[in-house]
């Protein structure tokens, strides 16, 4: 398998994901899916908007926190 996904906590006991993915074929469809999931959610969070342009382009695009209202 070369998609592995492990779940814990830490110890403040906030939740952990993380998830591992290896080869080239792999990354590409995770960032398939990634995108598919984003062009058809227009009302994602900011927080996610920018996983999706560091996954894509190893940068962010645009200030997803200041257009969510989230900065001054």
Not at 3 to 10: A, L, P, Q, W
Not at 25 to 49: M, V, Y
Not at 55 to 60: A, P
Request: charged share 25%; net charge negative.
């Amino acid at each position: 398998m070369t998609m592995i996904v492990r779940s814990s906590v830490d110890a403040d006991q906030i939740p952990i994901l993380a998830i591992r993915i290896v080869g080239v074929e792999s990354i590409a469809r995770f960032q398939t899916a990634i995108r598919r999931a984003l062009n058809t959610w227009d009302t994602a969070p900011a927080e996610i908007k920018e996983f999706g342009d560091l996954l894509e382009f190893g940068h962010l695009l645009q200030d997803y926190q200041a257009q969510a209202g989230n900065k001054e």
